[in-house]
């Protein structure tokens, strides 16, 4: 299973900013697009945003647009989440996995995810 870890989760006040990191081992992140999903508790997982192979391009979701934006580089193997102008409604676990952008289809397995707390 191609497996991906996250990590820059915590605890921020609303209207703060966190950067999220999504890396892998083992395999060539740039061989996919990737996909961020959330989950609030009692809510269903939804999708984020998603960037492509190349990064050339990037899907948001409407609730976000504006306010986060992805990016990687594929040279560090790595993929980014920055969230700015954050709200409680933002509150969730965070998560990334290799997606097929165009659908939002999650493809690989789900990892531990990263918590993301916005409360003042």
């Known amino acids: 299973q191609l497996q991906l870890v996250e990590s820059g989760g915590g605890l921020v006040q609303p209207g703060g900013s966190l950067r999220l990191s999504c890396s892998a081992s083992?395999?060539?992140?740039?061989?996919?697009?990737i996909g961020w999903f959330r989950q609030a508790p009692g809510k269903e997982r939804e999708g984020v945003s998603c960037?492509?192979?190349?990064?050339?391009?990037?899907n948001y979701a409407d609730s976000v647009k504006g306010r986060f934006t992805t990016s990687r580089d594929n040279a560090k193997n790595t993929v980014y989440l920055r969230m700015n102008s954050l709200k409680p409604e933002d509150t969730a676990v965070y998560y990334c996995?290799?997606?097929?952008?165009?659908?939002?289809?999650?493809?690989?397995?789900w990892g531990q995810g990263t918590q993301v707390t916005v409360s003042s």
């Open positions: 996995v290799i997606t097929r952008c165009g659908s939002w289809a999650p493809l690989g397995s």
């Open positions: 960037v492509s192979s190349s990064g050339g391009s990037t």
């Open positions: 083992g395999f060539t992140l740039g061989y996919y697009d």
